[in-house]
Nanobody, 124 residues
Framework: QVQLVESGGGLVQPGGSLRLSCEASRRFFSPYGMGWFRQAPGKEREFVAAVSSTGRSTLYADGVQGRFTISRDNAKNTVDLQMNNLKPEDTAVYYC?????????????????WGQGTQVTVSS
C-alpha cells in the first residue's frame, strides 16, 4: 500500500497562488503515474491533474488548464501541484493519488491509493 502525505493547503485570496506537495513511500512511487483530485462539499471527487511515471506526460481538467501545473521529482518521491490565479470555485479538499500503472491516472477508477487530503480555501 502506497503511503501518501500531502502538505501545502490553506486559505488564499482570489487570484493568489498555492503549492501543494505530496510525498510518497519510495518503494511504490517511481513506477506509477500520480495525480491530484479534489472534492468540494456536497460534490463528488473530481480529477484535477495527473502526471505519468516518467514525468513526460501530463493531463489537466479543463477548468484548471493554464492555471495549475503538476510536476514530480522521482529522486525525492514527491509530486507537486502549483496552483495560480486561484478562484473561489477551486475551494475543496485536495487529494494526492497514486495510479495503478505508469500512465497519468485521469479518473478515480485508475487510482489505487489516496492521501488523507489537504484543505484549500479561496476566499476574500
Amino acid at each position: 500500500q502506497v503511503q501518501l502525505v500531502e502538505s501545502g493547503g490553506g486559505l488564499v485570496q482570489p487570484g493568489g497562488s498555492l503549492r501543494l506537495s505530496c510525498e510518497a513511500s519510495r518503494r511504490f512511487f517511481s513506477p506509477y503515474g500520480m495525480g491530484w483530485f479534489r472534492q468540494a462539499p456536497g460534490k463528488e471527487r473530481e480529477f484535477v491533474a495527473a502526471v505519468s511515471s516518467t514525468g513526460r506526460s501530463t493531463l489537466y481538467a479543463d477548468g484548471v488548464q493554464g492555471r495549475f501545473t503538476i510536476s514530480r521529482d522521482n529522486a525525492k518521491n514527491t509530486v507537486d501541484l502549483q496552483m495560480n490565479n486561484l478562484k473561489p470555485e477551486d475551494t475543496a479538499v485536495y487529494y494526492c493519488a497514486a495510479g495503478d500503472g505508469g500512465e497519468p491516472p485521469g479518473s478515480t477508477v485508475r487510482v489505487r491509493s489516496w492521501g488523507q487530503g489537504t484543505q484549500v480555501t479561496v476566499s476574500s
